[in-house]
């Protein structure tokens, strides 16, 4: 429906919002800080980016639309600053990175409420809560300051239904997490909290990331060596035979040139933007390899968020993550059912739902006029062009 940028020389980085679907509602979708190679790149991963999060929220019977926001830092030497700047506190947040959030802050609040933002890529919620002084349409906040904490958590219960549910329909003879091997692909605040779920339950997991040499030394620590590895070199990490692969990292993680070496009967995981190319989708139905559509299983954490704005009720929250293993082991089996791939029917699923108009919406409308979401976006137009 929209794309802005702003191009902010006093923070040396550009801003995209992509506003993918507003019929469900305000969308909602987080802003990843990222050193992308080109400008192309940076826009077709907020393009994607907010379509996903158009089909998750409209999956998780959210109502809101979906949208994402992308920060690119003019270079990389702008970029290795402000990551050297982030902090647990906003407090201890470095001048250079507050700057930031000063700026794009102001930025989402130009915007006049159109787009809720959140935390993905790079971002925590002390960012959030940087972002909290200029902006209010924010979400992703700790608990001091009224949010639902750190999503992360949740949105890793969320995957690990997911992964149980895949391997009790792909292994119906031996169902349990037992014996099983798990890679997973990333150790972030998701990956880390999912190894510990599945480690606990009894699974195997090997697990790759070459960035996070904290939580590496964590996890060597936490986890027994019996149920838990690192694989440094990746070419090795993508080719070891298990039964799972979890992506947790940036995107593209299902990709032409690392699909030729997988050697494993499911893929599900958090990750957004999981496929370089729809076609893949193909390649693993022929290959026989059960991939579960990412945007389907990972919207705990924009479920969090969306409590935050009509009050926060735990007690959902575990029941939210218990309905994604309901919903995958359905649409599982209607996919073997239906002779189908489980991405369409989860796409059909999604499309529909998410051309929902919101209820209050509908109610509150003029007739003849479009949803609220496009008037906001005419208005904007209008006064940025006179």
Known sequence: EAVIIKADAATQCLYIVSIHCTKRGRPEGGARLKNYESFEAALDDCLRLSYGMTLKNATGDIWEGGAKSVIVPFNKEV?????????????????????????????????????????????????????????????????????????????????YYAIKAAIEFVYPNSPSFNGKRILVKGLGNVGYSLVKYLVD??????????????????????????????????????????DVFSPQANSLSINTKDLDKMNVKIICGAENGQLEDISLVDVLYNKGIVYV???????????????????????EFEKKAEDIYTNTKHLLEESKEQNKRPYDIFIEIAKQKASQLNPMEETHRIPGNAHRGIEIIKELYKDWHK
């Open 293 to 315: 559509p990412e945007p389907s299983i990972n919207f705990m954490g924009v479920f969090s968020a969306y409590q935050e704005h009509r009050g926060i009720l735990y007690s």
């Open 201 to 242: 339950s009894g699974a195997y997991v090997i697990a790759f990331d070459p960035i996070n040499e904290t939580a590496k030394t964590k996890a060597k620590k936490e986890f027994p060596a019996s149920n838990f590895e690192i694989i440094e070199d990746y070419e090795q990490f993508i080719s070891t035979l298990a």
């Open 79 to 159: 970029f290795h600053k402000l990551m050297s700047q982030k902090a647990e506190t906003r407090e201890e947040i470095g001048a250079d990175r507050m700057r930031l959030w000063k700026n794009f802050g102001g930025f989402i609040s130009s915007l006049r409420g159109l787009y809720l933002v959140g935390e993905d890529v790079n971002l925590n919620s002390a960012d959030m809560a940087g972002i909290l002084q200029y902006c209010v349409h924010t979400s992703c906040l700790d608990r001091l300051h009224g949010g639902s904490g750190n999503p992360s958590p949740f949105t890793a219960k969320g995957v």
